[in-house]
């Protein structure tokens, strides 16, 4: 099932939070289990998608440090990636929240950028470490030069404003190429790899 179904549910249900909880445990888990098997993966960083409702949720970064403790991991080693919409909906308790996982050593990520309406005087405040740019733009990077404008111009206020950049949705040597020589630093797409399980993407760290 596609998260496009069952997200939405989850998020009007309240179902969201235990999802994010259970997620981001066994993504802590598996992640100290790779760092174990992979001796030159001991600087692998796990990014967890995370509702906005956590924001209002008492206990969210008791849980967060208990999850950290258990795993034997520190808040450098997590990066927690919320939605541009969702931030903006909540920018002011965004803020205060990022505060508060900064003191813990947590990056943010903000996901599907350009999909909302980012205010960027907000955006300055967020001090987020990393913007990811939605696929709706890099897919459409080929079709016309304005396209190629608009990312170089994210690109650019982002590392203007010291973040890092990831493309979603790559699918083409093409994107990729194009995404290189905009300054971008990370991607993601099937251009890169589909989807895969952590026993398949055990295999695949194996071969790196």
């Given at each position: 099932?596609?998260?496009?179904?069952?997200?939405?549910?989850?998020?009007?249900?309240?179902?969201?939070?235990d999802?994010?909880?259970?997620?981001?445990?066994?993504?802590?888990?598996?992640?100290?289990?790779?760092r174990?098997?992979?001796?030159?993966?001991?600087?692998?960083?796990?990014?967890?998608?995370?509702?906005?409702?956590?924001?209002?949720e008492?206990?969210?970064?008791?849980?967060?440090?208990?999850?950290?403790?258990e795993?034997?991991?520190?808040?450098?080693?997590?990066?927690?990636?919320?939605?541009e919409?969702?931030?903006?909906?909540n920018?002011?308790?965004?803020?205060?929240?990022?505060?508060?996982?900064?003191?813990?050593?947590?990056e943010?990520?903000?996901?599907d950028?350009?999909?909302g309406?980012s205010?960027?005087?907000?955006?300055?405040?967020?001090?987020?470490?990393?913007l990811?740019?939605?696929?709706?733009f890099?897919?459409r990077?080929?079709?016309?030069?304005?396209?190629?404008?608009?990312?170089?111009?994210?690109v650019?206020?982002?590392?203007n404003?010291?973040?890092?950049?990831?493309?979603?949705?790559?699918?083409?040597?093409?994107?990729?190429t194009?995404?290189r020589?905009?300054?971008c630093?990370?991607?993601?797409?099937?251009?890169?790899s589909?989807?895969l399980n952590?026993?398949?993407?055990?295999?695949?760290?194996?071969q790196?």
């Amino acid at each position: 099932m596609s998260p496009q179904e069952f997200i939405p549910f989850a998020e009007e249900t309240g179902l969201i939070l235990d999802i994010d909880r259970f997620v981001l445990r066994r993504a802590c888990q598996q992640l100290q289990i790779w760092r174990s098997q992979f001796e030159k993966m001991r600087s692998l960083r796990m990014s967890v998608n995370f509702s906005a409702k956590h924001f209002t949720e008492p206990g969210t970064f008791d849980f967060i440090q208990k999850v950290l403790s258990e795993t034997k991991l520190t808040g450098a080693d997590l990066r927690l990636e919320i939605t541009e919409t969702a931030l903006m909906n909540n920018a002011n308790m965004a803020i205060k929240m990022i505060q508060k996982l900064k003191t813990y050593g947590i990056e943010l990520s903000i996901d599907d950028f350009g999909t909302g309406y980012s205010s960027l005087s907000y955006l300055q405040r967020l001090t987020a470490h990393v913007l990811k740019i939605d696929r709706s733009f890099v897919m459409r990077l080929d079709e016309k030069p304005e396209n190629t404008a608009i990312i170089g111009a994210i690109v650019g206020l982002a590392h203007n404003l010291n973040m890092i950049v990831t493309a979603e949705g790559i699918e083409t040597p093409q994107q990729l190429t194009h995404l290189r020589l905009l300054g971008c630093e990370y991607g993601q797409g099937y251009g890169i790899s589909q989807p895969l399980n952590a026993e398949a993407a055990t295999a695949f760290l194996a071969q790196i």
